[in-house]
Protein backbone atom coordinates (compact mmCIF):
# COMPACT_ATOMS: atom_id res chain seq x y z
CA UNK A 1 0.00 0.00 0.00
CA UNK A 2 1.64 3.07 -0.71
CA UNK A 3 0.25 6.76 0.46
CA UNK A 4 -0.36 8.71 -2.93
CA UNK A 5 1.92 11.83 -3.70
CA UNK A 6 4.82 9.62 -1.59
CA UNK A 7 7.50 8.03 -3.93
CA UNK A 8 8.78 4.87 -3.41
CA UNK A 9 12.48 3.94 -3.00
CA UNK A 10 12.80 1.69 -6.50
CA UNK A 11 11.99 -2.11 -5.95
CA UNK A 12 15.94 -3.14 -6.40
CA UNK A 13 16.82 -0.79 -3.64
CA UNK A 14 13.53 -2.07 -1.73
CA UNK A 15 14.90 -5.56 -1.89
CA UNK A 16 17.95 -4.80 -1.55
CA UNK A 17 17.50 -3.05 1.60
CA UNK A 18 15.27 -5.77 3.17
CA UNK A 19 17.31 -8.60 2.28
CA UNK A 20 20.33 -6.82 3.71
CA UNK A 21 18.62 -6.56 7.16
CA UNK A 22 18.50 -2.79 7.47
CA UNK A 23 14.49 -2.91 6.64
CA UNK A 24 13.03 -5.71 9.27
CA UNK A 25 8.94 -4.83 7.92
CA UNK A 26 8.14 -4.06 11.61
CA UNK A 27 6.12 -1.07 12.32
CA UNK A 28 7.90 1.21 14.80
CA UNK A 29 5.77 0.52 17.56
CA UNK A 30 6.98 -3.16 18.03
CA UNK A 31 10.12 -2.13 18.80
CA UNK A 32 8.88 0.10 21.68
CA UNK A 33 6.47 -2.78 22.65
CA UNK A 34 9.49 -5.65 22.87
CA UNK A 35 11.56 -3.68 25.19
CA UNK A 36 8.06 -3.06 27.03
CA UNK A 37 7.78 -6.90 27.31
CA UNK A 38 11.14 -7.64 28.15
CA UNK A 39 10.85 -5.13 31.32
CA UNK A 40 7.58 -3.23 31.64
CA UNK A 41 8.60 -1.91 34.77
CA UNK A 42 11.14 -0.06 33.81
CA UNK A 43 11.47 3.88 33.75
CA UNK A 44 10.07 4.87 29.76
CA UNK A 45 9.93 8.63 30.55
CA UNK A 46 10.70 11.40 32.93
CA UNK A 47 8.99 14.43 32.62
CA UNK A 48 9.51 17.22 35.84
CA UNK A 49 5.82 16.11 36.64
CA UNK A 50 5.93 12.26 35.41
CA UNK A 51 7.40 9.25 35.67
CA UNK A 52 6.05 6.15 33.22
CA UNK A 53 6.88 3.16 33.31
CA UNK A 54 6.95 0.75 30.11
CA UNK A 55 3.92 -0.82 30.61
CA UNK A 56 1.83 2.31 31.40
CA UNK A 57 3.55 3.43 27.88
CA UNK A 58 2.06 0.47 26.04
CA UNK A 59 -1.22 0.96 28.16
CA UNK A 60 -1.84 4.78 26.84
CA UNK A 61 -0.74 4.36 23.51
CA UNK A 62 -2.63 1.23 22.87
CA UNK A 63 -5.89 2.64 24.21
CA UNK A 64 -5.07 5.31 22.27
CA UNK A 65 -4.44 3.64 19.13
CA UNK A 66 -7.73 2.06 19.62
CA UNK A 67 -9.41 5.32 20.55
CA UNK A 68 -8.09 7.29 17.46
CA UNK A 69 -9.70 4.45 15.47
CA UNK A 70 -12.79 4.76 17.59
CA UNK A 71 -13.19 8.40 16.53
CA UNK A 72 -12.88 7.98 12.73
CA UNK A 73 -9.22 7.75 12.23
CA UNK A 74 -7.38 5.50 9.72
CA UNK A 75 -4.09 4.58 8.92
CA UNK A 76 -2.81 7.05 6.20
CA UNK A 77 -4.64 9.83 8.03
CA UNK A 78 -3.23 12.38 9.28
CA UNK A 79 -2.85 13.89 12.61
CA UNK A 80 -1.10 17.86 12.89
CA UNK A 81 0.89 17.42 16.32
CA UNK A 82 2.10 20.97 17.85
CA UNK A 83 2.93 19.11 21.24
CA UNK A 84 5.50 20.28 23.93
CA UNK A 85 8.23 18.26 25.13
CA UNK A 86 5.98 16.47 27.28
CA UNK A 87 4.74 13.10 28.08
CA UNK A 88 1.52 13.36 25.77
CA UNK A 89 3.92 13.85 22.73
CA UNK A 90 5.33 10.49 23.05
CA UNK A 91 2.39 8.99 23.97
CA UNK A 92 0.19 10.46 21.45
CA UNK A 93 3.17 9.39 18.66
CA UNK A 94 2.96 6.31 19.72
CA UNK A 95 -0.50 5.96 19.80
CA UNK A 96 -0.06 6.85 15.69
CA UNK A 97 2.58 4.51 15.24
CA UNK A 98 0.59 1.95 16.59
CA UNK A 99 -2.88 2.59 14.65
CA UNK A 100 -0.87 4.08 11.31
CA UNK A 101 -2.65 7.47 11.71
CA UNK A 102 0.75 9.41 10.72
CA UNK A 103 1.96 12.75 13.24
CA UNK A 104 3.01 15.42 11.26
CA UNK A 105 5.83 16.88 13.82
CA UNK A 106 5.56 20.67 13.49
CA UNK A 107 7.18 22.67 15.48
CA UNK A 108 5.58 24.49 19.46
CA UNK A 109 7.05 28.08 17.81
CA UNK A 110 4.79 27.57 14.76
CA UNK A 111 2.24 29.65 14.33
CA UNK A 112 -0.96 30.61 12.22
CA UNK A 113 0.53 30.92 9.02
CA UNK A 114 3.04 27.43 9.12
CA UNK A 115 0.10 25.55 10.84
CA UNK A 116 -2.62 26.50 8.30
CA UNK A 117 -0.12 25.89 5.49
CA UNK A 118 1.17 22.02 7.05
CA UNK A 119 -2.59 21.03 7.78
CA UNK A 120 -3.48 22.06 4.61
CA UNK A 121 -0.68 20.19 2.46
CA UNK A 122 -1.00 17.28 4.77
CA UNK A 123 -4.91 17.31 4.79
CA UNK A 124 -4.67 17.05 8.36
CA UNK A 125 -7.58 15.67 9.82
CA UNK A 126 -6.85 16.36 13.37
CA UNK A 127 -4.71 18.88 15.03
CA UNK A 128 -3.15 18.35 18.74
CA UNK A 129 -2.11 21.10 21.27
CA UNK A 130 -1.62 22.47 24.39
CA UNK A 131 -3.93 25.20 26.05
CA UNK A 132 -1.41 27.30 26.40
CA UNK A 133 2.04 27.58 26.69
CA UNK A 134 3.54 30.65 29.07
CA UNK A 135 0.99 33.65 27.53
CA UNK A 136 -0.08 32.23 24.19
CA UNK A 137 -3.67 29.93 23.23
CA UNK A 138 -2.83 27.49 21.67
CA UNK A 139 -6.61 26.43 21.56
CA UNK A 140 -7.56 29.92 19.66
CA UNK A 141 -4.89 29.03 17.29
CA UNK A 142 -6.10 25.73 16.45
CA UNK A 143 -9.55 27.06 15.89
CA UNK A 144 -7.39 29.38 13.62
CA UNK A 145 -6.05 26.45 11.92
CA UNK A 146 -9.44 24.66 12.03
CA UNK A 147 -11.08 27.54 10.36
CA UNK A 148 -8.66 27.62 7.22
CA UNK A 149 -8.29 24.21 6.47
CA UNK A 150 -11.18 22.48 5.97
CA UNK A 151 -9.87 18.84 6.32
CA UNK A 152 -9.28 19.25 9.99
CA UNK A 153 -12.41 18.02 12.21
CA UNK A 154 -10.72 17.42 15.15
CA UNK A 155 -9.18 19.80 17.88
CA UNK A 156 -6.99 17.99 20.59
CA UNK A 157 -6.00 19.66 23.69
CA UNK A 158 -3.60 18.77 26.27
CA UNK A 159 -4.52 20.30 29.65
CA UNK A 160 -7.65 21.91 29.77
CA UNK A 161 -9.83 21.42 27.07
CA UNK A 162 -13.11 23.60 25.94
CA UNK A 163 -16.13 21.76 25.07
CA UNK A 164 -15.48 22.29 21.17
CA UNK A 165 -12.23 19.88 21.90
CA UNK A 166 -11.24 16.50 22.36
CA UNK A 167 -8.99 15.73 25.65
CA UNK A 168 -5.63 14.66 25.11
CA UNK A 169 -6.00 13.48 28.86
CA UNK A 170 -9.34 11.54 27.66
CA UNK A 171 -7.40 10.45 24.96
CA UNK A 172 -4.40 8.77 26.23
CA UNK A 173 -5.24 7.48 29.13
CA UNK A 174 -4.34 3.82 30.21
CA UNK A 175 -6.71 0.99 28.99
CA UNK A 176 -9.84 0.34 30.59
CA UNK A 177 -10.66 -2.99 32.02
CA UNK A 178 -13.00 -3.69 28.72
CA UNK A 179 -10.23 -2.04 26.59
CA UNK A 180 -10.76 -2.85 22.62
CA UNK A 181 -7.34 -4.02 21.11
CA UNK A 182 -7.01 -2.71 17.41
CA UNK A 183 -6.50 -5.78 15.43
CA UNK A 184 -4.36 -4.35 12.74
CA UNK A 185 -0.51 -3.38 12.73
CA UNK A 186 0.32 -0.38 10.16
CA UNK A 187 2.29 -1.38 7.14
CA UNK A 188 5.85 -1.19 7.78
CA UNK A 189 6.48 0.39 3.99
CA UNK A 190 3.79 3.17 4.76
CA UNK A 191 4.39 6.39 6.51
CA UNK A 192 5.25 6.05 10.45
CA UNK A 193 5.27 10.64 10.26
CA UNK A 194 5.61 13.22 8.09
CA UNK A 195 8.62 15.55 9.28
CA UNK A 196 9.40 19.29 7.92
CA UNK A 197 12.08 19.66 5.54
CA UNK A 198 14.02 23.18 6.53
CA UNK A 199 13.60 24.55 2.82
CA UNK A 200 14.54 26.47 0.62
CA UNK A 201 11.35 27.30 -0.88
CA UNK A 202 9.07 29.57 0.08
CA UNK A 203 7.32 26.95 2.88
CA UNK A 204 8.27 24.12 3.98
CA UNK A 205 7.62 20.53 2.15
CA UNK A 206 6.55 17.33 4.13
CA UNK A 207 9.51 14.78 4.38
CA UNK A 208 7.62 11.35 4.47
CA UNK A 209 9.69 8.36 6.44
CA UNK A 210 8.11 4.68 6.74
CA UNK A 211 8.46 2.85 9.13
CA UNK A 212 10.79 0.44 7.86
CA UNK A 213 13.07 3.09 6.78
CA UNK A 214 12.99 5.38 10.35
CA UNK A 215 13.37 2.33 12.62
CA UNK A 216 16.53 1.50 10.82
CA UNK A 217 17.63 5.21 10.94
CA UNK A 218 16.90 4.81 14.85
CA UNK A 219 18.64 1.62 14.97
CA UNK A 220 21.90 2.84 12.96
CA UNK A 221 22.21 5.91 15.28
CA UNK A 222 21.43 3.84 18.23
CA UNK A 223 24.40 1.78 17.94
CA UNK A 224 26.64 4.88 16.63
CA UNK A 225 25.69 6.46 19.93
CA UNK A 226 26.19 3.25 22.18
CA UNK A 227 22.78 3.37 23.43
CA UNK A 228 21.55 0.01 26.09
CA UNK A 229 19.20 -0.07 28.55
CA UNK A 230 21.21 1.63 30.89
CA UNK A 231 20.89 4.83 28.87
CA UNK A 232 19.09 7.81 30.20
CA UNK A 233 18.44 10.11 27.01
CA UNK A 234 17.81 14.10 27.84
CA UNK A 235 15.91 16.16 25.30
CA UNK A 236 15.39 19.51 25.35
CA UNK A 237 15.89 20.49 21.83
CA UNK A 238 11.99 19.98 20.49
CA UNK A 239 11.14 16.60 20.53
CA UNK A 240 9.66 16.82 17.13
CA UNK A 241 12.79 17.94 16.06
CA UNK A 242 14.69 14.64 13.98
CA UNK A 243 17.65 15.05 15.85
CA UNK A 244 15.94 15.18 19.38
CA UNK A 245 12.88 12.06 17.84
CA UNK A 246 14.91 9.76 16.24
CA UNK A 247 18.94 9.93 16.01
CA UNK A 248 19.10 8.42 18.25
CA UNK A 249 16.77 10.49 20.74
CA UNK A 250 13.81 9.78 21.99
CA UNK A 251 12.81 6.81 20.53
CA UNK A 252 16.71 5.56 20.27
CA UNK A 253 16.12 5.12 23.86
CA UNK A 254 12.91 3.54 23.58
CA UNK A 255 13.66 0.71 21.13
CA UNK A 256 16.61 -0.50 23.36
CA UNK A 257 14.75 -0.21 26.83
CA UNK A 258 16.53 2.90 28.25
CA UNK A 259 15.20 6.00 29.37
CA UNK A 260 13.74 9.62 27.49
CA UNK A 261 13.75 12.80 29.70
CA UNK A 262 12.42 15.37 28.51
CA UNK A 263 12.70 19.37 29.24
CA UNK A 264 10.49 21.96 27.73
CA UNK A 265 13.73 24.55 27.76
CA UNK A 266 17.45 23.96 27.22
CA UNK A 267 17.49 26.36 30.06
CA UNK A 268 21.10 25.26 31.58
CA UNK A 269 20.36 25.44 35.18
CA UNK A 270 17.53 23.30 35.34
CA UNK A 271 19.15 20.97 32.42
CA UNK A 272 21.79 20.29 34.48
CA UNK A 273 19.80 19.60 37.57
CA UNK A 274 18.08 17.07 35.83
CA UNK A 275 21.19 15.44 34.24
CA UNK A 276 22.22 15.25 38.09
CA UNK A 277 18.77 13.81 39.62
CA UNK A 278 18.14 11.30 36.61
CA UNK A 279 21.58 10.14 36.06
CA UNK A 280 21.63 11.18 32.42
CA UNK A 281 23.59 9.72 30.01
CA UNK A 282 23.24 11.11 27.09
CA UNK A 283 21.83 14.85 25.76
CA UNK A 284 21.67 16.17 22.36
CA UNK A 285 21.91 19.85 22.03
CA UNK A 286 22.20 22.46 18.91
CA UNK A 287 25.96 24.24 19.04
CA UNK A 288 24.17 27.36 20.40
CA UNK A 289 22.43 25.83 23.40
CA UNK A 290 26.12 23.70 24.08
CA UNK A 291 28.06 27.16 24.16
CA UNK A 292 25.08 28.08 27.31
CA UNK A 293 25.75 24.74 28.44
CA UNK A 294 29.44 25.75 28.81
CA UNK A 295 29.15 29.12 29.76
CA UNK A 296 26.71 28.26 32.86
CA UNK A 297 29.41 25.52 33.83
CA UNK A 298 31.92 28.20 34.04
CA UNK A 299 30.10 30.61 35.95
CA UNK A 300 28.07 28.10 38.37
CA UNK A 301 30.85 26.28 39.47
CA UNK A 302 28.71 23.64 39.53
CA UNK A 303 31.26 20.33 39.38
CA UNK A 304 31.19 17.18 37.89
CA UNK A 305 27.69 15.56 36.19
CA UNK A 306 29.42 11.86 36.90
CA UNK A 307 26.65 10.01 34.68
CA UNK A 308 27.12 11.83 31.66
CA UNK A 309 28.95 10.25 28.97
CA UNK A 310 28.15 11.42 25.68
CA UNK A 311 27.05 15.13 24.41
CA UNK A 312 25.98 15.14 20.40
CA UNK A 313 26.14 18.63 18.87
CA UNK A 314 24.45 18.90 15.74
CA UNK A 315 22.26 21.02 13.36
CA UNK A 316 24.82 23.51 12.58
CA UNK A 317 28.53 24.23 12.46
CA UNK A 318 30.14 23.71 15.63
CA UNK A 319 32.97 26.05 15.74
CA UNK A 320 36.17 24.26 16.29
CA UNK A 321 37.25 25.98 19.73
CA UNK A 322 33.93 24.87 21.05
CA UNK A 323 34.02 21.44 20.59
CA UNK A 324 37.50 21.32 21.89
CA UNK A 325 35.39 22.58 25.69
CA UNK A 326 33.05 19.61 25.99
CA UNK A 327 35.27 16.90 27.42
CA UNK A 328 37.51 19.24 29.12
CA UNK A 329 34.75 21.40 31.10
CA UNK A 330 31.60 19.14 30.85
CA UNK A 331 33.28 16.05 31.42
CA UNK A 332 31.26 13.95 28.83
CA UNK A 333 32.31 13.00 24.99
CA UNK A 334 31.70 14.89 22.42
CA UNK A 335 29.69 13.59 19.27
CA UNK A 336 29.29 15.71 15.88
CA UNK A 337 26.27 15.10 14.70
CA UNK A 338 25.29 16.46 11.03
CA UNK A 339 21.98 15.31 10.00
CA UNK A 340 18.93 16.15 8.30
CA UNK A 341 15.72 15.29 8.78
CA UNK A 342 15.30 13.95 4.76
CA UNK A 343 17.66 11.12 5.93
CA UNK A 344 21.59 10.63 5.51
CA UNK A 345 23.02 10.81 9.49
CA UNK A 346 26.81 11.39 9.62
CA UNK A 347 28.73 11.35 13.30
CA UNK A 348 31.84 11.07 15.09
CA UNK A 349 31.67 7.43 16.72
CA UNK A 350 32.51 7.82 20.53
CA UNK A 351 36.24 6.36 20.32
CA UNK A 352 37.48 8.17 17.63
CA UNK A 353 40.58 10.10 17.76
CA UNK A 354 40.46 13.71 19.29
CA UNK A 355 41.65 15.11 15.55
CA UNK A 356 37.85 13.59 14.16
CA UNK A 357 35.83 14.50 17.53
CA UNK A 358 36.61 17.71 17.65
CA UNK A 359 37.73 19.15 13.44
CA UNK A 360 34.73 16.48 11.61
CA UNK A 361 31.13 16.60 11.48
CA UNK A 362 31.82 12.50 11.43
CA UNK A 363 30.72 10.14 8.47
CA UNK A 364 27.36 7.76 7.58
CA UNK A 365 26.07 5.68 10.44
CA UNK A 366 25.27 3.01 7.48
CA UNK A 367 27.26 0.74 5.51
CA UNK A 368 24.76 1.55 2.94
CA UNK A 369 24.26 5.01 3.31
CA UNK A 370 25.96 6.61 -0.33
CA UNK A 371 27.43 10.05 -0.55
CA UNK A 372 29.16 11.89 -3.89
CA UNK A 373 30.78 15.13 -3.76
CA UNK A 374 29.97 17.28 -6.65
CA UNK A 375 30.67 19.56 -8.09
CA UNK A 376 29.34 22.68 -9.85
CA UNK A 377 28.41 21.03 -12.79
CA UNK A 378 27.47 17.59 -11.55
CA UNK A 379 30.98 15.83 -11.94
CA UNK A 380 32.14 13.72 -9.03
CA UNK A 381 35.30 15.01 -6.98
CA UNK A 382 37.46 13.09 -5.41
CA UNK A 383 38.50 13.02 -1.53
CA UNK A 384 39.26 16.54 0.13
CA UNK A 385 37.94 19.00 -2.53
CA UNK A 386 35.00 21.10 -1.67
CA UNK A 387 31.49 20.56 -3.24
CA UNK A 388 27.71 19.68 -3.36
CA UNK A 389 27.06 16.52 -1.09
CA UNK A 390 24.40 14.10 -2.58
CA UNK A 391 23.17 11.13 -0.64
CA UNK A 392 20.99 7.87 -1.18
CA UNK A 393 20.26 5.43 1.24
CA UNK A 394 17.91 2.83 3.17
CA UNK A 395 16.65 6.09 5.56
CA UNK A 396 16.68 8.65 2.65
CA UNK A 397 13.58 9.00 1.48
CA UNK A 398 13.01 9.46 -2.21
CA UNK A 399 10.92 12.65 -2.73
CA UNK A 400 8.85 15.17 -0.84
CA UNK A 401 5.19 14.50 -0.02
CA UNK A 402 3.31 15.86 -2.90
CA UNK A 403 5.08 17.77 -4.07
CA UNK A 404 6.80 16.89 -7.76
CA UNK A 405 8.02 20.09 -8.68
CA UNK A 406 10.23 20.78 -5.93
CA UNK A 407 11.18 17.07 -5.94
CA UNK A 408 12.44 17.61 -9.35
CA UNK A 409 15.17 20.42 -7.68
CA UNK A 410 16.05 18.26 -4.62
CA UNK A 411 16.42 14.66 -6.05
CA UNK A 412 18.79 14.07 -8.84
CA UNK A 413 18.02 10.49 -10.11
CA UNK A 414 16.81 9.73 -6.81
CA UNK A 415 19.95 11.58 -4.87
CA UNK A 416 18.76 14.02 -2.68
CA UNK A 417 20.95 17.70 -2.79
CA UNK A 418 21.03 18.78 0.47
CA UNK A 419 22.36 21.76 -0.70
CA UNK A 420 25.24 21.76 1.86
CA UNK A 421 29.18 22.08 0.53
CA UNK A 422 31.32 19.47 2.07
CA UNK A 423 34.39 18.13 1.81
CA UNK A 424 35.61 14.37 2.25
CA UNK A 425 38.79 13.40 4.36
CA UNK A 426 40.40 10.57 2.87
CA UNK A 427 39.47 8.72 6.22
CA UNK A 428 35.66 9.28 5.07
CA UNK A 429 34.81 11.72 8.06
CA UNK A 430 32.91 14.90 6.25
CA UNK A 431 33.41 18.60 7.34
CA UNK A 432 30.75 21.08 6.45
CA UNK A 433 32.23 24.06 4.70
CA UNK A 434 28.80 26.49 3.91
CA UNK A 435 26.19 25.67 1.96
CA UNK A 436 24.62 27.07 -1.37
CA UNK A 437 21.21 27.07 -0.38
CA UNK A 438 19.17 30.13 0.21
CA UNK A 439 18.44 29.78 3.91
CA UNK A 440 19.68 31.14 7.34
CA UNK A 441 20.77 28.51 9.97
CA UNK A 442 19.89 30.33 13.16
CA UNK A 443 21.03 28.01 16.19
CA UNK A 444 19.97 25.06 14.24
CA UNK A 445 16.65 26.57 13.21
CA UNK A 446 16.30 26.56 9.04
CA UNK A 447 14.81 29.36 7.75
CA UNK A 448 13.92 30.18 3.74
CA UNK A 449 15.30 32.95 3.22
CA UNK A 450 12.23 33.09 0.30
CA UNK A 451 9.59 32.97 3.17
CA UNK A 452 10.87 35.64 4.99
CA UNK A 453 11.42 37.90 1.74
CA UNK A 454 7.54 36.83 0.76
CA UNK A 455 6.37 38.52 3.90
CA UNK A 456 8.71 41.83 3.84
CA UNK A 457 6.80 42.22 0.40
CA UNK A 458 3.61 42.72 2.64
CA UNK A 459 4.75 45.78 4.25
CA UNK A 460 3.74 48.73 3.09
CA UNK A 461 6.83 51.38 1.63
CA UNK A 462 9.26 48.15 0.63
CA UNK A 463 10.36 47.88 -2.44
CA UNK A 464 12.69 45.13 -2.42
CA UNK A 465 13.56 42.77 -0.19
CA UNK A 466 16.59 40.85 0.43
CA UNK A 467 16.97 37.94 3.49
CA UNK A 468 20.67 37.09 4.27
CA UNK A 469 21.94 35.22 7.59
CA UNK A 470 24.50 37.39 9.07
CA UNK A 471 27.11 36.12 12.45
CA UNK A 472 25.43 35.93 15.67
CA UNK A 473 28.18 34.84 18.41
CA UNK A 474 25.58 32.83 20.09
CA UNK A 475 22.88 31.73 17.31
CA UNK A 476 25.79 31.38 14.52
CA UNK A 477 23.46 33.01 12.36
CA UNK A 478 20.84 35.54 12.43
CA UNK A 479 18.22 36.87 10.31
CA UNK A 480 18.78 40.51 8.43
CA UNK A 481 16.51 41.99 6.07
CA UNK A 482 17.69 44.32 3.75
CA UNK A 483 15.49 46.75 1.85
CA UNK A 484 15.05 49.38 -0.49
CA UNK A 485 11.81 51.52 0.45
CA UNK A 486 9.49 53.91 -1.35
CA UNK A 487 11.04 57.42 -1.62
CA UNK A 488 9.30 59.44 1.47
CA UNK A 489 8.81 56.64 3.44
CA UNK A 490 10.45 54.78 6.71
CA UNK A 491 10.22 51.73 8.23
CA UNK A 492 11.67 50.24 11.50
CA UNK A 493 12.83 47.32 12.54
CA UNK A 494 9.97 46.92 15.05
CA UNK A 495 7.19 47.83 12.33
CA UNK A 496 8.77 44.79 10.29
CA UNK A 497 8.06 42.49 13.49
CA UNK A 498 5.09 43.55 14.35
CA UNK A 499 3.72 43.36 10.42
CA UNK A 500 5.59 39.51 10.64
CA UNK A 501 3.29 38.96 13.89
CA UNK A 502 0.01 40.15 12.83
CA UNK A 503 0.65 38.26 9.78
CA UNK A 504 1.25 34.77 11.70
CA UNK A 505 4.70 34.44 11.09
CA UNK A 506 6.73 32.23 13.93
CA UNK A 507 8.92 34.60 16.09
CA UNK A 508 11.98 32.73 14.91
CA UNK A 509 11.86 34.04 11.74
CA UNK A 510 11.55 37.61 12.30
CA UNK A 511 14.23 39.41 11.14
CA UNK A 512 16.58 40.82 13.88
CA UNK A 513 18.88 43.32 11.92
CA UNK A 514 17.18 45.75 9.51
CA UNK A 515 19.92 47.61 6.47
CA UNK A 516 18.09 50.00 4.63
CA UNK A 517 19.84 50.62 1.04
CA UNK A 518 19.74 53.09 -1.64
CA UNK A 519 20.15 50.21 -4.12
CA UNK A 520 20.25 46.49 -3.95
CA UNK A 521 23.56 45.11 -5.23
CA UNK A 522 22.83 42.54 -8.21
CA UNK A 523 25.40 39.77 -10.03
CA UNK A 524 26.26 40.29 -13.44
CA UNK A 525 23.08 38.34 -13.98
CA UNK A 526 20.26 40.21 -12.59
CA UNK A 527 19.97 38.26 -9.25
CA UNK A 528 20.41 40.00 -5.67
CA UNK A 529 24.05 39.65 -4.60
CA UNK A 530 23.54 37.93 -1.48
CA UNK A 531 27.21 37.50 -0.64
CA UNK A 532 27.60 40.94 -0.66
CA UNK A 533 24.72 42.04 1.69
CA UNK A 534 26.31 39.21 3.72
CA UNK A 535 29.98 40.42 3.74
CA UNK A 536 28.50 44.73 3.99
CA UNK A 537 25.85 43.85 6.66
CA UNK A 538 28.41 41.04 8.68
CA UNK A 539 30.07 43.35 10.98
CA UNK A 540 27.14 45.67 11.76
CA UNK A 541 26.33 45.64 15.62
CA UNK A 542 22.71 43.83 16.67
CA UNK A 543 20.40 46.72 16.02
CA UNK A 544 17.34 45.91 18.28
CA UNK A 545 15.69 44.35 20.28
C1 LIG B 1 26.74 21.97 9.78
N1 LIG B 1 25.48 21.97 9.31
C2 LIG B 1 24.62 21.09 9.82
C3 LIG B 1 26.35 20.21 11.29
C4 LIG B 1 22.92 19.84 10.32
C5 LIG B 1 20.72 15.44 13.60
C6 LIG B 1 21.40 16.62 13.57
C7 LIG B 1 20.91 17.69 12.84
C8 LIG B 1 19.73 17.58 12.13
C9 LIG B 1 19.23 18.74 11.37
C10 LIG B 1 19.07 16.38 12.15
C11 LIG B 1 25.00 20.18 10.81
N2 LIG B 1 27.17 21.12 10.75
N3 LIG B 1 26.79 19.39 12.24
O1 LIG B 1 17.92 16.18 11.46
O2 LIG B 1 18.89 14.17 12.92
C12 LIG B 1 22.52 21.60 8.57
C13 LIG B 1 22.77 21.20 7.13
C14 LIG B 1 21.68 20.19 6.86
C15 LIG B 1 20.53 20.79 7.65
C16 LIG B 1 19.45 19.82 8.02
C17 LIG B 1 19.56 15.31 12.90
N4 LIG B 1 23.92 19.42 11.10
N5 LIG B 1 23.32 20.86 9.55
O3 LIG B 1 19.73 19.85 11.55
O4 LIG B 1 16.61 18.86 8.72
O5 LIG B 1 22.60 22.35 6.34
O6 LIG B 1 18.24 18.51 10.48
O7 LIG B 1 21.37 20.06 5.50
O8 LIG B 1 16.78 20.56 10.60
O9 LIG B 1 21.15 21.32 8.82
O10 LIG B 1 18.54 20.45 8.88
P1 LIG B 1 17.44 19.61 9.66
Given at each position: MSLPGTVPWPPEFASRYRSEGYWEDRPIGDYIADAAAAA?????VVTPEVRMTYDELMSRADAAAARLHGMGLRPGDRILLQLPNDWPFIVLTLACFRSGVIPVMALPAHRLHELSHLARMAEARAIAVPDRVRDFDHVELARQVAAEAVSVETILVSGAAPDDCVSLADLLAPAAADHNQLDHAPD????ACFLLSGGTTGLPKLIVRTHNDYAYNVRATASATGFSERTVYLSTLPASHNFALACPGILGALFVGGTAVMLPSPEPARAFETIRREGVTVASAVPAVAQRWLEHQRESGAGPMPSFEVLQVGGSRMPDELAARVRPELGATLQQVFGMAEGLINMTRLDDPDDVILTTQGRPVSPADEIRILDDQGGELPDDAVGSIVTRGPYTPRGYFQAKEQNARAFLDGWYASGDLVQRRPDGNLVVHGRDKDTINRGGEKISAEEVESFAYRIDGIRLAAVVGTPDPILGERICLCVVLRTEVTVTLDDVRASFARAGLAPFKHPEQLELLDEMPLTKVGKVDKAALRTRFANERLKSP
Amino acid sequence: MSLPGTVPWPPEFASRYRSEGYWEDRPIGDYIADAAAAAPERVAVVTPEVRMTYDELMSRADAAAARLHGMGLRPGDRILLQLPNDWPFIVLTLACFRSGVIPVMALPAHRLHELSHLARMAEARAIAVPDRVRDFDHVELARQVAAEAVSVETILVSGAAPDDCVSLADLLAPAAADHNQLDHAPDPDSPACFLLSGGTTGLPKLIVRTHNDYAYNVRATASATGFSERTVYLSTLPASHNFALACPGILGALFVGGTAVMLPSPEPARAFETIRREGVTVASAVPAVAQRWLEHQRESGAGPMPSFEVLQVGGSRMPDELAARVRPELGATLQQVFGMAEGLINMTRLDDPDDVILTTQGRPVSPADEIRILDDQGGELPDDAVGSIVTRGPYTPRGYFQAKEQNARAFLDGWYASGDLVQRRPDGNLVVHGRDKDTINRGGEKISAEEVESFAYRIDGIRLAAVVGTPDPILGERICLCVVLRTEVTVTLDDVRASFARAGLAPFKHPEQLELLDEMPLTKVGKVDKAALRTRFANERLKSP
